[in-house]
């Protein structure tokens, strides 16, 4: 049972910008890891951002540091990721997900990790051309 429903993708031109949202619901827990991933085509998966919800600590990969921001909505319980100056290869699938992570060590090393990233949504497409 799909618990996280990502939204938001779409087309954009170079330099654009979107921002898309999860709706994480419970999985907004003190003890959790909201992270964004995606998966560019012939790519493998990979980490983009993680916000340690109950230490407010957010992480990032090198290749969006600067350009993407990852964001939550406490009383919606919503996870954003806002990004800025998108380029082709930024192309690909958007996900966010979801993990335990009880120490502040877990949650900075969670980005380098998106295997142990329990819980996902479907995705949402993110194209620029």
């Known amino acids: 049972q799909v618990q996280l429903v990502e939204s938001g993708g779409g087309s954009v031109q170079p330099g654009g910008s979107l921002r898309l949202s999860c709706a994480a619901g419970r999985y907004t827990y003190k003890r959790n890891c909201m992270g964004w991933f995606r998966q560019r085509p012939g790519k493998d998966r990979e980490a983009l951002a993680v916000l340690w919800i109950g230490g407010a600590q957010t992480t990032y990969a090198d290749s969006v540091k600067g350009r993407f921001t990852i964001t939550r909505d406490k009383a919606r319980d919503l996870v954003y990721l806002q990004m800025n100056g998108l380029q082709p290869e930024d192309t690909g699938i958007y996900y966010c997900?979801?993990?335990?992570?009880?120490?502040?060590?877990?949650?900075?090393?969670?980005?380098?990790?998106?295997?142990?990233?329990?819980?996902w949504g479907q995705g949402t497409q993110v194209t620029v051309s």
């Open positions: 997900a979801a993990r335990l992570c009880a120490t502040p060590e877990q949650a900075q090393s969670a980005v380098r990790n998106w295997a142990d990233f329990r819980y």
